[in-house]
């Protein structure tokens, strides 16, 4: 059995590769050749631009991918939605199509743009849209560089964003969401029937949202006293409860627990105050619930 995997190519595949690097798969890409090397022999890789993913996965050229929730709303394609996978290619995080125009605009709501030209990517799903508001505006495929385009060659455009830097470097303010996106792992639906492809379908799911799950977290271990245990967990979060053993001195203890990263630098130092010691923090690549 060979599952035909696609993988986003252009702005999300340096994300991808890694994640997937996290999940437990090597993949290793060429720039000479679209389909990268994988160290599953069970997985036949092909990179593929994600606008492009669904249809190819519905028409069974793959058996599964790795799109947006956004390119799969925009070309109707029939797929099965796997799992989300929440990352992007700046922060594993949700994207957005946004409405934005000038600074200087008049435009305050979707409204204003009656009868004005709006250029986007996301063809389809603006026209749904502004069909859904009553709005008759003409959209304009963009072949990109959209944020330029405003306002000689398009009153709007609709274009897609993590933190909102590039439309502001262009001088742009939005002015609503048009679309909230996030990656998932599609699959052709006569694919997902066959017992052998699922499996393995689902076991890509589980380990790369076992990833995903563990970007922001890292594992701490301690040593402490019974005397002093409960101090130190009066200070010390946990998934869920912390993993507690026996030393070979019965009067010590070995804790372990996963933490977020981000507050990692805050506690240890208590850790240390209520009588933590061998204090060890380290990284992880996969979480699994």
């Excluded at 290619?89 to 125009?101: D, M, Y």
């Excluded at 990517?121 to 508001?133: C, G, P, S």
């Excluded at 402490?224 to 967990?233: E, I, N, Q």
């Amino acid at each position: 059995m060979i599952l035909k995997l696609g993988l986003p190519k252009g702005s999300l595949e340096n994300a991808t590769v890694e994640l997937f690097r996290r999940a437990g798969f090597n993949v290793t890409v060429s720039s000479r050749s679209y389909y990268p090397a994988i160290d599953d022999p069970e997985i036949q890789c092909m990179l593929i631009r994600a606008q492009e993913m669904a249809r190819y996965v519905e028409n069974g050229v793959l058996d599964a991918g790795i799109t947006g929730l956004d390119w799969v709303k925009e070309t109707g394609a029939t797929v099965h939605t796997v799992c989300d996978l929440v990352y992007a290619k700046q922060s594993f995080g949700k994207v957005r199509w946004v409405l934005a125009v000038p600074e200087n605009s008049p435009v305050q709501s979707v409204k204003d743009l009656e009868g004005k030209v709006i250029a986007t990517e996301l063809v389809e799903t603006t026209k749904r849209y502004l069909a859904a508001r009553g709005v008759s505006a003409k959209v304009e495929f963009s072949w990109g560089a959209t944020e330029v385009k405003p306002p000689d060659l398009a009153d709007a455009i609709v274009e897609v964003t993590e933190t909102g830097s590039s439309l502001r470097a262009n001088k742009l303010r939005i002015v609503e969401t048009v679309l909230e996106s996030n990656t998932q792992l599609i699959a052709n639906v006569q694919s997902w029937e066959d017992p052998q492809k699922r499996r393995k379908i689902e076991d890509i799911a589980l380990l790369l949202q076992g990833a995903i799950a563990a970007l922001s977290k890292v594992g701490l271990m301690l040593n402490v006293r019974r005397s002093d245990l409960a101090a130190v967990l009066n200070v010390l979060p946990a998934l869920r409860k912390p993993t507690i053993s026996t030393l070979s001195d019965q009067e010590w203890l070995a804790v372990n627990t996963v933490v977020d990263e981000a507050i990692v630098r805050e506690i240890i130092p208590r850790l240390k105050e209520a009588g933590a010691e061998g204090i060890v923090e380290y990284p992880l690549n996969k979480i699994v619930m």
